[in-house]
């Protein structure tokens, strides 16, 4: 039996001292038909024939004079990085624990010495073959490798994306988009990390919430995008101030330019930490206002800002950053109503909070037990010094604190949405009334009040359609009072409800003429009858020589757009004299009449207790 090569084309090395030795394999190998096959003596040389040739198999002899098959093994494993070593020790020796050393050493086969022909064709067709097989493996493992690595980097870059798109949205939730200020979210969040140092410490951390006065009316006269850009420009100079401050220096290096926030709306607030008395407070917030004192200059407008603010702190105005910045919130409302600029949270204000919500439910009582009453204040007509109607107004005397004036519950009531049941009963009310008066024989217009709240109220129309309807009211006897800030709180919608309730025949006045944003062209676009000056022009209008000029001027300038005019706050005669010389239409006042309950009206009207002598 003869055993030939099976891959002839197998590379070959044999390393043996025994020049014979070697002599015989390449007889042996050669017979069975192998080619390349390389021979040496010198065990030196195993590392750069292993190079140059990368043999399948490798015929190493254990015992050697100056390097032993060990340290062959050794040196292939080391300089020539060789994972698999396709070696087979040639050996003399039949120790078993040297047999296991040379296995454990990467060898992967024995011959013995001498040599059985067959045996060691075998051993090397089998070698051969594992050789191949780990070639293979080799080649397929790179490209697998390779596969691999082109799958991880692209995975790695998708992971770096859905990183990157993950710390923008982190970003975005905890910065405002409009002036890139950090949010409530984040404000929040730094202000609990203060607040537990302060803690730990027992130390004091402030919050002063600013706010500008008007902002929606300001977002609606000039329009989102500039409102936006005024807000980035009160952003810009808020920083400025915070950076440049001495006061403040401190602030910004403990919290790493989070010292400026935006809450929200016109809100914008800043942590203070460790203040030594309500001074340095008081200095942060002079110097926000007057960094705030020039007129901030948009495309079309110059605006003057009006900052208030709110302060509250830790530990004695609450615990948590919720509280903190419910606090300073609520202080701000009050600087807001008192017209301060600034107020530090009282614990009292929370009393206030509650008794207005108190309010609001006995005010729902009331309604419900038609508790209130309309009183009507006459208007005369200028020309002929005679009532051509008058004005409802809401009175409200309640069983504990007496009578409450309608400027004080009804902008409660708007914020809280009880304005709702005010205007439902107010029409009601004057409405029937009108009816019971036509039936006296008594016909002449009543003004209602309108709020801000029902010109966004889509079924405030029906509700004026259907009482119109019910107590069979001439429409044209009717008008609705509305502010000119009113229409502007979401002009698109109050000039739907506006133009519908015009279509119905009601006639429509604009209420407090002067006091607001509106220009007479803005109102031109409305359907307006009638523009009802303020009182806060008429009343001292003898005096007050500005006052006398906005007041004619305005009359000439209404009844030139085709308006009626209308002068509330007639407190004498003289100024009753100076509106006819001004050619008003329709006046208003104390000095006629204040407003009164529906039978003195009718016993006014009867005893014509007002004549114009
Ligand atoms: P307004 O619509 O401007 O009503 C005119 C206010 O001026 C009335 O105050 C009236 O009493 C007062 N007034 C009239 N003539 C004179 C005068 O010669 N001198 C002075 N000093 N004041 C005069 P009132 O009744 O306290 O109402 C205040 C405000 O409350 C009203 O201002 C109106 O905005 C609101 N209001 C009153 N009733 C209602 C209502 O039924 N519904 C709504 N939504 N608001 C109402
Ligand atoms: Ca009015
Ligand atoms: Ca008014």
Redesign the pocket.
């Known amino acids: 039996m003869k055993l030939t090569a099976e891959n002839e084309d197998a590379v070959i090395l044999a390393i043996d001292d025994n020049q014979a030795t070697l002599g015989l394999i390449d007889a042996i190998l050669r017979g069975a038909g192998f080619k390349n096959i390389h021979l040496t003596r010198e065990a030196g040389q195993a590392a750069s024939l292993y190079n140059k040739y990368t043999p399948d198999v490798i015929l190493l002899d254990l015992n050697m004079p100056d390097m032993d098959g060990f340290d062959v093994l050794a040196i292939l494993k080391k300089e020539c990085n060789a994972e698999y070593l396709p070696v087979i020790i040639l050996t003399g020796e039949d120790d078993v624990e040297i047999k296991v050393k040379v296995l454990e050493c990467g060898a992967k086969d024995f011959i013995a010495k001498p040599f059985d022909h067959f045996e060691m064709l075998a051993r090397i067709n089998t070698i051969v073959s594992m050789s191949a097989f780990y070639k293979e493996l080799l080649l397929k493992n790179k490209s697998l490798d390779h596969i691999v690595n082109a799958q991880t980097d692209s995975l790695m870059s998708a992971v770096k994306q859905k990183e990157e798109a993950e710390e923008k949205l982190q970003n975005n939730l905890l910065h405002d988009n409009v002036t890139g200020l950090p949010n409530r979210h984040l404000f929040e969040d730094r202000l609990s990390q203060f607040i537990a140092v302060s803690k730990r410490n027992k130390t004091n951390v402030a919050v002063i919430v600013l706010g500008f006065d008007n902002y929606t009316e300001i977002d609606n006269v000039i329009g989102h995008h500039a409102y936006e850009d005024l807000l980035r420009q009160i952003t810009v100079r808020l920083k400025t101030i915070l950076r440049t401050s001495d006061t403040v220096s401190i602030i910004q290096d403990a919290t790493s330019g989070t010292a400026l926030s935006r809450l929200g709306e016109d809100l914008f607030a800043i942590i203070v930490p460790i203040f030594q008395t309500i001074d340095d407070i008081d200095r942060i917030i002079g110097r926000c206002a007057s960094g705030l004192l020039a007129p901030i200059d948009l495309p079309d407008v110059m605006f003057d800002i009006i900052m208030r603010s709110g302060v509250s702190y830790f530990p004695d105005h609450g615990g948590t950053s919720d509280e903190l910045i419910q606090h300073a919130n609520n202080a701000l409302y009050h600087a807001r109503k008192e017209n301060k600029n600034y107020m530090i949270y009282d614990v009292s204000h929370d009393y206030e909070t509650k008794y207005r919500l108190n309010l609001m439910a006995e005010l729902k009582n009331s309604l419900e037990q038609d508790d209130l009453e309309?009183?009507y204040?006459p208007k005369i007509d200028l020309n002929t010094n005679r009532v051509t109607g008058c004005?409802?107004?809401?009175r409200w005397q309640h069983p504990e604190y007496g009578f409450i004036?309608?400027?004080n519950f009804?902008p409660m009531a708007e914020k809280t949405g009880t304005?709702r049941l005010?205007?439902t009963w107010?029409i009601e009310k004057a409405m029937k009334q009108w009816a019971q008066w036509r039936a006296m024989g008594i016909e002449f217009t009543i003004s209602?009040?309108?709020?801000t709240y029902d010109l966004s109220d889509s079924s405030f129309v029906a509700l004026v359609k259907q009482n119109l309807e019910k107590h069979d009211v001439k429409p044209s006897n009717i008008i609705l009072?509305v502010?000119e800030n009113s229409t502007m709180q979401d002009p698109g919608t109050s000039m739907i409800i506006l133009e519908h309730l015009s279509a119905l025949g009601v006639l429509l006045s604009i209420?407090?003429y002067g006091t607001g944003y509106s220009s007479l062209s803005y109102l031109k676009s409305l359907p307006v009858n009638e523009i009802k000056i303020?009182?806060s022009f008429v009343?001292n209008m003898d005096t007050d020589r500005d006052n006398s000029v906005i007041v004619k001027s305005t009359i000439d300038l209404a009844h030139n757009l085709g308006y009626r005019v209308v002068a509330?706050?007639?407190?004498n005669k003289t100024i009753y004299a100076m509106l006819q010389a001004y050619g008003c239409d329709t006046a208003?006042?104390?000095?006629m009449s204040?407003?009164l309950p529906a039978h003195e009206i009718e016993n006014w009207l009867i005893e014509k207790k007002w004549k114009f002598a």
């Open positions: 309309l009183f204040q004005e409802a107004l809401i004036p309608p400027d009804i304005i005010v205007t107010v209602i009040n309108v709020s009072e502010t209420d407090d303020d009182k009343m509330e706050g007639i407190e208003q006042g104390f000095f204040r407003p």
